[in-house]
């Protein structure tokens, strides 16, 4: 059972253009989510998180949306720029519930097009 | 900061035949990760440490998977006998804090084993 769904593989943008990927979670348990970078051939990177206590979290270009009741968020890259293509992978956890570990989804590969 | 060592990089074995990656994490953090990302998905965790102690290995399959993090600091996955199934990226990584808003994971660049 897959309780992070990333359920667009890929995503291409045009530079300088928003960037939205999109995550849904099965788990009303999760109160604590990320998003991750990864580069070809290096580990994943942290780039924001939200709490489930607020519904958006700003750093820069990046945003992340959630809305708890649709059990769904996402990031939003604006503007979008080519050194932003890499694969982003959600992943939430259950802090106030026995810390359990993040949960991965399968990434979505963004290509920002010059 | 010196970010999460692992190594080596890439490992090629046969089946039936063992192998071990080793990580060092971050100066200081005390909770240690190990994750399996097979090709195509999410990084899966095999098993964690909070010092040199397990806290839950409850994915790892303890029948040909073993993990030791001895005196707390660096960290040792070995499995024996690989199958191909094991054919995968494994991920190190550890944390300051766990179970905090602000204590994110921090990976390394990972192991590539490729069973034949």
């Known amino acids: 059972d897959q309780q992070v769904k990333q359920n667009s593989p890929s995503l291409s943008v045009q530079e300088g253009r928003i960037s939205i990927l999109n995550c849904d979670y099965t788990?009303?348990?999760?109160?604590?989510f990320l998003w991750y970078k990864k580069y070809p051939a290096e580990g994943p990177t942290f780039l924001i998180s939200?709490?489930?206590?607020?519904d958006k979290n700003e750093d820069g270009r990046f945003t992340v949306f959630l809305n708890k009741s649709a059990k769904h968020l996402s990031l939003h890259i604006v503007p979008s720029q080519p050194g932003d293509s890499a694969v982003y992978f959600c992943?939430?956890?259950?802090?106030?519930?026995?810390?359990?570990?993040?949960?991965f989804g399968k990434g979505t590969r963004l290509s920002v097009i010059a | 900061e010196a970010g999460v060592a692992q190594s080596p990089r890439y490992k090629i074995i046969e089946k039936r035949q063992s192998v071990a990656f080793w990580c060092n994490p971050i100066?200081?953090?005390?909770?240690l990760y190990w994750y399996q990302q097979i090709l195509g998905q999410g990084p899966k965790l095999l098993i964690q440490?909070?010092?040199?102690?397990?806290?839950?290995d409850s994915q790892l399959p303890k029948d040909r998977f073993s993990a030791e993090r001895l005196k707390g600091v660096d960290s040792t996955l070995k499995i024996q006998p690989a199958k191909l199934e094991d054919s995968a990226v494994y991920l190190c990584?550890?944390?300051?804090?766990?179970?905090?808003?602000?204590?994110?994971?921090?990976f390394g660049n990972g192991t590539r084993l490729t069973v034949t």
């Open positions: 990584a550890s944390s300051l804090v766990p179970g905090t808003y602000n204590s994110p994971l921090h």
């Open positions: 788990n009303s348990m999760f109160d604590y």
């Open positions: 939200i709490s489930s206590i607020k």
């Open positions: 992943a939430a956890s259950a802090l106030n519930s026995g810390n359990t570990p993040l949960v």
């Open positions: 100066s200081g953090h005390a909770t």
């Open positions: 440490f909070q010092n040199n102690g397990v806290v839950d």
